[in-house]
């Protein structure tokens, strides 16, 4: 198995930070596609596993799973690199949405070029949904799991962190009751396999990078918290303690460690506290920087870049609000994604060290699955929002039901999603050009429309 040279690596971390669109669920769907089924980098199991852990952290899960498999790769540098990657391209992407949002309060070029992106999206995940099915449910037990984490999630508005430690809860104690419904997978003892490149690295022993070390965990923190807290003290030397830059640092700091369950998990905490607590943005206008997180490739959570720049926009203090926004973009982003880093790189290595426990194995089998209904419901929300123009949450008692107005289907969206499907379920076709191919379409029919 040949080695992949950090450089080869960049390459393939900036096409995935390119092509992220989707939310979690398109981006794991990506990442798996890219670096389990094409490219060979790593197993089924040691990707399951990865995505297990970032599933339990706060923070946007596909992101610090590029994290992770960086790091596996080529340690602290391939784990930034991939990170960075991940973000880089939503960055920019927003940063100039959302000053054309200040200035012109709409962008229909926007809508008109993401449109039919979406519905190949959808196609790419129901792919996903297929593709891990097949491999992480192999009995009925897993599958049931599954299934209670989706009606969970779904229709129950479970809390997210509660769903996935439920599954871990079951897979313990399903291993001490049934351990058959628990496989211990692993004729390799629980690391990968090696005629993938980093069961390779394992096998030559080229992997020393992973091993804990308490000295490294401390070396870390140490770096991760000052990288975190650097830019707060400079702005409140630069600008004030009470300036709008230092609040929003502060805050954004505060949700990196609670958002668990990803962008909609903490939507509705920033919405409340960005529009009645600090006066940043106007009722409504989070869905609109919402709006555009979806349509830009990067994790959902980049709707606080948008909050960012729009409560500095309006708050310049002494400076332009060209220039305030941009430092308000910047700082909610850093203190969002520099945590991100630290709980990869502080928490990886003991993943990897424990893997080939049967009893965590138990437990991660029972959290794929879980992570499975999760993918499964965040696919029907995505789907949901991309075929119909309305679409309502009703309550009916515990019970949480999206219902879509049936006037306000969208028949192009629809039709684009099926012939995206059928070019990805039937014909195999890749990410690229499912993505070109729709997104060329979709704004032909908006611009026609």
Known sequence: MRRVSFREA?????RIGLLSFGGPAGQVALMHKELVDRRKWLDEERFLDALNYCMLLPGPEAQQLAVYIGWLMHGTRGGLAAGLLFVLPGFVSILALSALYADLHHVPIVGAVFFGL???????VVEAVVRIGKRALKNRVLVGLALASFVALFFFDAPFPLVILAAGAAGLVGNRVAPAMFPFASKTDGHAEPDTVIGAMAAAGELAHTRPSTAKSVRTLIVCVALWAA?????????????????????????AVVTFGGAYAVLAYVAQRAVD???????????????????????LIMVVQFVGFMGAYRHPGPLSPMVAGALGACIT??????????????????????RGNRWLRAALSAITAAV?????????????????????VRHVGALRLLVPD?????????????????????????????????????ALWRMIA
Not at 118 to 124: D, I, R, S, T
Not at 418 to 434: C, E, N, Q, S, Y
Request: glycine letters at 10%; aromatic letters at 12%; hydrophobic letters at 60%.
């Open 277 to 299: 607590t600090f006066g940043w943005l106007r009722a409504g206008e989070m869905v609109d920087g919402l709006g555009l997180a979806e349509t830009t490739p990067g994790p």
């Open 118 to 124: 979406k519905a190949a999206v959808v196609a790419l």
């Open 372 to 392: 499975l209904g999760v993918i499964v419901s965040l696919s029907l929300w995505f789907a949901a929002h991309v075929l119909f123009g309305h679409v309502d």
């Open 10 to 14: 960049l390459a393939v971390w900036a």
């Open 333 to 354: 982003t850093w203190v969002t994604f520099v945590p991100c880093f630290l709980w990869i790189f502080l928490g990886a290595p003991y993943v990897e060290t424990v």
């Open 406 to 442: 049936l006037a306000s289907i969208q028949p192009a969206a629809a039709v684009l999603a099926m012939a995206a499907m059928i070019a990805t379920l039937r014909f195999h076709l890749g990410p690229p050009k499912v993505l070109l191919a729709t997104t060329l379409a979709g």
């Open 231 to 255: 830019p707060l003290v400079a702005f409140g030397l630069a600008l004030g303690w009470d300036s709008v830059w230092l609040e929003q640092g502060v805050f954004f700091s505060k949700a």
